[in-house]
């Protein structure tokens, strides 16, 4: 083989196969800067198949539980694993002399018909104390958010309570607020592990 040829053979595709489906090169050239002699749509299949092979990008229980949100479900990437909770980088220690992050929360409670927006920068504290029968959303705000969530809803207001009439118009806020995340504390884990990293 002549030197114009063997560089042909390493532009070419190797990852064809012929119709008994013995290897044959394809007529596709090879992608730039590729390590393997492989056209784009086959390092795309092989790059599939590796990840199926080896659970790359699959949720799967982390080694241990996320030392920033305490969730034990993972997703392993080639770099290593995250938390499929809030992301935080497994094996990554948050610093210990800091104070957990604050992140204050707008909760909405549901007992029967009605529907409570309270707000809270401890939400596990907070709602434990408090009768309720399901946690619906959480929405990321102070005692400013609370208020105008208040007054957004004075019509469905119970009297001078923080619990509100369950009508159609609230329930429509609430399921936007949740923006299709079935379990708030999850979102909740996130909001505190992206404060913990945003600190540095």
């Not at 990840?51 to 080694?63: I, K, M, R, S």
């Not at 009768?131 to 957004?152: P, S």
Request: glycine share 10%; hydrophobic share 40%; net charge negative.
């Amino acid at each position: 083989m002549d030197h114009e040829t063997d560089v042909d053979a390493r532009r070419a595709c190797a990852g064809g196969l012929d119709a008994g489906g013995r290897p044959s090169p394809c007529a596709e050239p090879v992608a730039e800067g590729t390590p393997v002699p492989l056209c784009t749509e086959h390092l795309g299949l092989a790059a599939d198949w590796a990840a199926g092979e080896h659970g790359v990008g699959t949720e799967d229980v982390l080694p241990s539980p996320c030392l920033a949100c305490g969730s034990r479900l993972g997703v392993r990437w080639p770099s290593g694993w995250l938390c499929a909770v809030c992301e935080w980088r497994h094996g990554e220690v948050p610093e210990g002399d800091l104070a957990p992050p604050r992140v204050d929360v707008v909760y909405y409670l549901r007992f029967a018909e009605r529907i409570k927006i309270g707000t809270s920068a401890n939400p596990r504290q907070r709602l434990a104390a408090i009768r309720h029968e399901q946690l619906l959303a959480f929405e990321r705000g102070d005692r400013h958010v609370e208020h105008a969530r208040h007054e957004q809803f004075a019509a469905q207001r119970q009297g001078r309570s923080e619990w509100f009439t369950a009508d159609a118009e609230l329930l429509e806020h609430v399921r936007a607020v949740a923006a299709g995340q079935p379990d708030p504390w999850a979102t909740w884990a996130r909001w505190r592990s992206e404060a913990l990293a945003l600190r540095g």
